[in-house]
């Protein structure tokens, strides 16, 4: 039974940050440490630098001859079932890095010429060069190293969403990165009929394709030769009928490289850097995270947002039915923020607690509106701070006070007031604009009309209608 449904938190995948596991089976999804390593908020910098932290002392370690130390340093890396993801049939019991096969592994990664040279340092490289390792047990060993920073996302997400914790349970092995040691602990934990549930933020998993070894060799590695082979006109090269030179992949394959291997990727790699470098490159301009209905294909986008829009218009307003108003947007905005702004939390306090924000997303936008308010208009916005009113009237001077005292440079000038209809809207942005001149951020209202018509621009295929708003509006502010 997947999470949403055991909890009835009445939302889609389209409306959850995290991956809606089936606590029964796993999910065949993967934490990817490179799509991890390249997002930029806040929340995924720490969980890469854990990754980073230990692989930098392991090998320091390997290098300084301390084998035992690298063994045990390397023997926390378990199963880990918490996440519900991997490979595993029937009930989740994980493919990872278990009690029988770690001592193998080690002795593998220990005997790789990619070790050995020195000039592997990412995890994610691991599955591209060391024989053994693949993208189950790159997947479960990154998730092992984050956990500290998954517990924090559980209950965090779980504040978000009502869901029960368990205080006092143990929580398993953390990587220290300042100590550089693994401690032990017990956290406030999701438990789901006596099993540890760890949730995982959708952005950071994949299917492992993009990054994997079969790419690098085939899309890079055998172009590269191709195009080696051609030049020097080697005995291989065959003609079309018009004269053009060619040569095919699979007479690559057959008369070159022959025995393809892990190690003989890392080979080639050595002698020929810029390969790799291409490749890296590109990864980086194409990798994404997945779509939500990537990640559950049942959903119908269309569907979806007709039901929150039917949910939306359905909310009365003012105070009793705040809660009801507040939890539908938070669905809605991760909706039309995603992948751009995740990881939402609730009533955060501030100011040593004498004030709370409804909802803030971390901004981990590599383009798009959330992006380009930090590069280009220079508008500090390291999360996306929301307020939400259901008012039976117009937002006026004193929601835009609140909302200045919520903004700073460290947590962002940008400010996001959702409301369900302003009747003077043009005035509104006029105090916006007074603020904004005056110093005191960026700060945009959003009413009921503005979320409706992003949501109905989703199934337009739009691919950031409500970023389109936000700029528009922003440009009304800061522009006049």
């Known amino acids: ?267 080639f790699t050595e002698n020929h850097p810029l390969v790799f470098q291409s490749f890296r490159e590109q990864q980086a301009e194409q990798v994404r995270p997945l779509p939500s209905d990537s990640i559950d294909t049942e959903l119908n986008l269309n569907v979806v947002v007709d039901h929150l829009i039917s949910r939306l218009n359905a909310i009365k307003q003012g105070a009793a039915t705040a809660s009801e108003y507040h939890k539908t947007i938070v669905g809605v905005l991760e909706m039309l923020f995603y992948p751009s702004a995740s990881s939402p939390v609730l009533e955060a306090e501030i100011n040593q607690g004498r004030k709370r924000i409804d909802i803030y997303f971390e901004n981990c936008a590599k383009e798009g509106f959330f992006y380009n308010l930090h590069m280009i208009n220079k508008i500090p916005c390291p999360y996306v701070i929301v307020e939400c009113k259901n008012y039976t009237k117009d937002i006026q001077n004193p929601e835009l006070d609140q909302m200045i005292g919520r903004l700073t440079v460290n947590r962002g000038m940008l400010g996001i007031i959702t409301c369900r209809e302003i009747s003077k809207k043009d005035l509104f942005i006029e105090r916006c604009r007074d603020s904004f001149k005056n110093g005191h951020g960026l700060i945009i209202p959003l009413t009921d009309a503005d979320l409706i018509v992003a949501l109905e621009g989703l199934k337009n295929e739009k691919k950031t209608p409500l970023e389109d708003i936000l700029n528009d509006i922003k440009n009304r502010i800061i522009m006049s």
Not at 217 to 237: A, D, F, P, T
Request: glycine share 8%; hydrophobic share 35%.
């Open 1 to 267: 039974m997947k999470l949403s449904k055991r909890f009835n938190l009445s939302k889609t995948q389209f409306e959850l940050d995290f991956v809606d596991i089936d606590t029964d089976l796993d999910t065949r999804l993967f934490v990817d440490p490179y799509l991890l390593g390249l997002r930029p908020d806040r929340w995924s910098m720490k969980a890469s630098s854990s990754v980073r932290s230990f692989f930098s002392h392991f090998l320091d370690l390997v290098r300084e001859g301390k084998d035992e130390d690298a063994f045990e340093l390397f023997s926390h890396l378990h199963e880990p079932n918490e996440t519900c993801l991997g490979l595993s049939s029937g009930k989740p019991r994980g493919n990872g890095i278990g009690s029988e096969d770690a001592k193998k592994l080690f002795e593998s990664i220990m005997g790789s010429k990619a070790i050995k040279s020195g000039k592997i340092t990412d995890l994610e490289d691991f599955r591209l060069f060391i024989p053994g390792i693949g993208k189950d047990k790159v997947s479960d060993m990154t998730t092992n190293l984050i956990r500290g920073s998954l517990i924090a996302y559980t209950q965090a997400q779980c504040k978000l969403h009502g869901i029960a914790l368990t205080a006092g349970v143990s929580a398993g092995p953390i990587w220290d990165a300042p100590k550089k040691k693994w401690t032990f602990s017990h956290e406030d934990t999701l438990l789901v009929e006596g099993k540890k549930i760890l949730l995982t933020p959708k952005g950071i998993v994949s299917y492992s394709k993009a990054y994997a070894p079969e790419n690098y060799y085939n899309m890079h590695v055998l172009e590269y030769l191709q195009h080696e082979h051609i030049r020097s006109g080697s005995i291989w090269v065959e003609h079309r009928k018009d004269g053009t030179p060619y040569i095919s992949k699979k007479s690559l394959k057959e008369n070159f490289v022959k025995e393809f291997s892990k190690e003989w990727l890392f080979e």
